[in-house]
Every structure is written in C-alpha cells, then in structure tokens.
C-alpha cells in the first residue's frame, strides 16, 4: 500500500490514460510514438486496452509517455502563469 502513494498513475485507469494520449497527439502520432500496431491498424480505444491488458511491454512504453506528456503539460502550464504572473 505504501508503494501506491508515489505512484504517480495510482487511480488512474487504463482506459483513461489510452484516451488522453489519443486526445493529445490522435491516433497517427501516437503509431509514431510507440510503434505497435492496435495504434496503427485500425485503432480504438477498446482494441488498444485489450491488446494492452495482455502485452506489459507495450502497456509500460504508453504509462511513460502518459508521465511525459502530463509532465510537459504541467510545464507549459507553469511557464504560462509565470508569463502572465510577470505581466503585472
């Protein structure tokens, strides 16, 4: 239990995470991203959860991107408020 309190996708479903990233970059670039095929041949959510479920490797290389693009995300943010902190 207390491992689940760093972790930063602790609640956070896979079918939350597969949509943002496809929200975020759509479904050609995240084919680039991470090169499997549920992204490239005729995507879907629902296929790409399952094909996730069974394939760790592949389910690991989409959570790290998932940390990254929340990670540049909440940067873009902050220099954002910076910016506009900074214009008063």
């Known amino acids: ?12 479903t896979l079918e939350k995470i597969v949509t943002s990233l496809q929200e975020s970059y759509g479904w050609e670039e995240l084919g680039q ?4 095929r549920c992204f490239d041949s005729d995507p ?10 069974k394939t760790p490797w592949a389910r690991e290389k989409v959570e790290d ?24």
């Open 33 to 36: 991203l991470i090169k499997i």
């Open 44 to 53: 879907s959510v629902k296929s790409s959860l399952k094909f996730l479920r």
């Open 1 to 12: 239990m207390a491992d689940q309190i760093n972790n930063p996708l602790h609640g956070i």
């Open 65 to 88: 991107l998932y940390l990254i693009t929340l990670k540049r995300e909440k940067r873009k943010r902050r220099k954002a408020e910076m910016k506009r902190l900074n214009k008063r």
